[in-house]
């Protein structure tokens, strides 16, 4: 196992894996920015390291200070967490090439996966199911058009380089797909220095499932069962729940089992997320593969009793997994609501600065993952989240109750949160029921505002 792990994060995800190496014993090193100083992750490690100026690019997303802290400190593993560069294949060859194992796949798993279009094709030839679409990248214009008659409308066009929805262009007839398929190239060139593309049958009001997959590296892959993530805004997830309240045990077995069997076709290793969309119908579609740690674990780790971090950290030092499929079993059901620093009333503005008090909720199957503390200033320069807070009960309705009691108790002053959101999202009889799709919180919001929903 390792000695010492450098965490190459902030937040409460440095703080999770500190945790997680405090269980086997590793040694921890911190990094910070100029602006997180006074953030948790750097009083709980065991060593800390200032890496740079507040802006990421000058400070978490700087490969070489990242290194240096590394070297200097003696780390032995370096583990991304997520965001920042736990998905650069170029961070990986070169923590490697000085020395540091990465706590993660190998950079030809990420560039595969990477490329939407590429692991597409992949994912394909492994069996998965896919929306009706482009076979790969399409060159132009006419070849998109014809496509799109051929699959039907309405179609997006997505660009290769994107995924987690930038880069897309939805198109409902062949005016609009015409009108939109130079721009959705152009922007993708802008965005993403790779002007690539490809076209798909657009479903229309789906629900985002997603399967936890772990694998070791030597062709075994396990799945841990699905997390719904249908309650979104703009493509940032605010409540992620286990199990999905719509899905069989033989729909999770046998999407389960696709997803692992396509991850394995790559010899894929670490924690690995699988996007799905679900159609109206209640069919699955093979979306994009993420090659990190996920925000939402811990609702996963909550029905499993599987500790993912550990996992990632066991499988990077060259130890076997602890548990086959066959050992996977789910019980109960989690929630988790993402509590941003932001001011849900005014459009989810970003609502940074000082916590003046900060009461955090507890009791029976409740988990709060959190970085801050009464005093804490919220810098502005990153993501808003400031914390996470993960219900478990013995079925949906005992672990929204809880979350339902939590949300009441918690107290946040000094900056606006999302529990405002998430009371009435709670609340809501659509939710109550279980009956969510990615529209569900653009919908709410309309409902709140007076217009009638669409
Ligand atoms: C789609 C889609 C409808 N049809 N693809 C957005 C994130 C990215 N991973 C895939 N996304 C979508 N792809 C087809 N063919 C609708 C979305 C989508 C979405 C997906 C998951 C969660 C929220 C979403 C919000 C808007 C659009």
């Known amino acids: 196992m390792f000695r010492k792990v450098l965490i190459a994060n902030r937040g409460e995800i440095a703080l999770r894996v500190i945790r997680a190496c405090r269980e086997l014993d590793i040694a921890t090193v911190a990094v910070f920015s100029e602006a997180d100083r006074d953030s948790l992750h750097v009083r709980l490690a065991d060593e800390s390291v200032c890496i740079g100026p507040p802006p990421s690019a000058q400070s978490y997303n700087h490969i070489a200070r990242l290194i240096s802290a590394a070297e200097v400190t003696g780390a032995d593993a370096i583990h991304p967490g ?59 214009v006419d070849e998109a058009v014809s496509l799109a ?106 999407v389960g089992a696709m997803a692992a069997r396509g991850a394995a076709t790559i010899g894929y290793r670490n924690a690995g997320t699988m996007e799905f969309l679900m159609d109206q119908d209640g069919s699955f579609y093979f979306m994009e593969m993420n090659t990190r740690i996920q925000v939402e674990h811990p609702v996963t780790e909550e029905v499993t009793g599987i500790d993912l971090v550990k996992e990632q950290l066991k499988v990077a030092a060259g130890e076997k997994m602890s548990f086959r499929q066959e050992d996977v079993t789910w019980r109960g059901h989690a929630i988790e609501c993402r509590i941003n620093a932001e001011d849900f009333e005014h459009g989810f503005r970003p609502s940074p600065g000082k ?13 709060v993952d959190s970085h801050v503390y009464g005093g804490y200033t919220v810098p502005p320069y990153y993501d808003s989240m400031i914390g996470k807070l993960i219900a478990y009960g013995k079925d949906r309705a005992e672990a929204c109750r809880r979350m339902e009691i939590a949300l009441e108790e918690m107290i946040v002053e000094g900056v606006k949160t999302t529990i405002p959101f998430h009371r009435i999202a709670l609340a809501h009889p659509r939710f109550k029921a279980g009956d969510i799709d990615t529209r569900f919180v653009e919908e709410l919001l309309k409902e709140r505002a007076g217009a009638p929903a669409a």
């Open 82 to 140: 997520y965001g920042f560069l736990s998905e650069n294949a170029h961070f990986v060859e070169v923590a490697t090439s000085c020395g540091f194992t990465f706590i993660g796949p190998t950079p030809e798993m990420i560039r595969r996966m990477g490329d939407k279009s590429e692991a597409k094709r992949t994912m394909r030839a492994a069996g998965l199911p896919m929306v009706p679409g482009s076979d790969g990248e399409v060159a132009d």
């Open 149 to 254: 008659k051929g699959i039907g409308f309405p179609v997006i066009v997505k660009a290769s380089a994107g995924g987690g929805g930038r880069g897309m262009r939805i198109a409902w007839d062949e005016r609009q797909l015409r009108a939109g398929f130079g721009i959705a190239q152009a922007e993708a060139g802008a965005a993403f220095s790779n002007s690539a593309v490809y076209l798909e049958k657009y479903i229309v009001k789906p629900r985002h499932i997603e399967f936890q997959l772990f694998g070791d590296g030597e062709g075994n892959v396990v799945h841990l069962g699905e997390r719904e993530c249908s309650v979104q805004r703009n493509h940032q997830k605010l409540i992620e729940e286990a199990p999905s309240s719509i899905l069989t045990p033989e729909q999770r077995a046998s």
């Open 355 to 367: 916590i003046t008090y900060w009461y955090k909720p507890g009791g029976p199957g409740l988990r």
